[in-house]
């Protein structure tokens, strides 16, 4: 079952997923912030930090690399799924700093997500992602 | 083959494997730190910060509760393992404060562990393990 699960967040993350989050979304989805210790319980408010989550993490510059040759774009590195759950470890850029996290999916039998989980290294990467995903909410739910 | 090396991973951290980490690394395991961008390659630095992260991550006295009930000792409440990797999801209390992490464990052909990777959330979970392991390793290296 995680395996559609992944196939189908995957298609989310191309824009090609007909009804987005609300398809993909559990009525009672928690979702637990690399940076928040209180779990965000709902559809509502895991929405929003997934969308602001996606606007801050894209990368920097789509044909720019890191000094060491580095893609700077999101990328998924590994993929590890197995029986409800699934851990995607992913590579990224922010204004230049280094990104390196997983997203942790778990899914019910009817295939919705219910967790999902995020955790980042290193010291700098945390850093920088609380800056940017405080004010990144704070512009999305002004606009809500 | 991995089912097998976590399977020793475990006895390990009973302090019942045989050889201890000597057994389990590889000779060119990669070591990623949660706090530190630069990985740490080789068996012999890789082992320092596992006994270092051992010494910080056991939880706090055996016996207390944190005050929402929870348990505060090191556990493991996922293993997510799929081919030549697994995610093994962690909670601990570091004092008095929550810590949820995760190992991410890759081996080759032999069995043996040629990357381990570690991510903690939340913040004050990052800034705290980021404060207690600096003092540990510092005084594991006096030792060594």
């Known amino acids: 079952m995680i395996e559609h699960v992944i196939e189908r967040w995957h298609q989310y993350m191309r824009g090609e997923l007909e009804g987005g989050l ?10 637990y912030s690399p940076i928040v210790y209180t779990p965000q319980a709902g559809k509502a ?5 997934l969308q602001a989550a996606g606007a801050t993490l894209p990368g920097d510059e789509p044909s720019s690399a ?3 040759g580095r893609d700077s774009r999101f990328r998924y ?7 409800d759950t699934a851990v995607l470890e992913f590579e990224t850029t922010v204004d230049g700093k280094y990104v390196n ?6 899914c019910n039998d009817a ?8 955790m980042i290294r290193p010291l700098q990467a945390v850093n920088i992602v609380h ?4 004010s990144m909410l704070e512009t999305l739910q002004e606009q809500s």
């Open 45 to 49: 408010i895991t929405k929003l930090y």
């Open 66 to 68: 890191t000094p060491d």
């Open 111 to 118: 295939g919705r997500i219910v967790e999902f989980r995020v």
């Open 101 to 106: 996290g997983v997203d942790i999916i778990r």
């Open 77 to 83: 590195t590994k993929e590890v799924p197995a029986g």
């Open 22 to 31: 609300d398809e993909l979304l559990d009525d009672d989805v928690v979702f």
């Open 131 to 134: 800056q940017q995903m405080k």
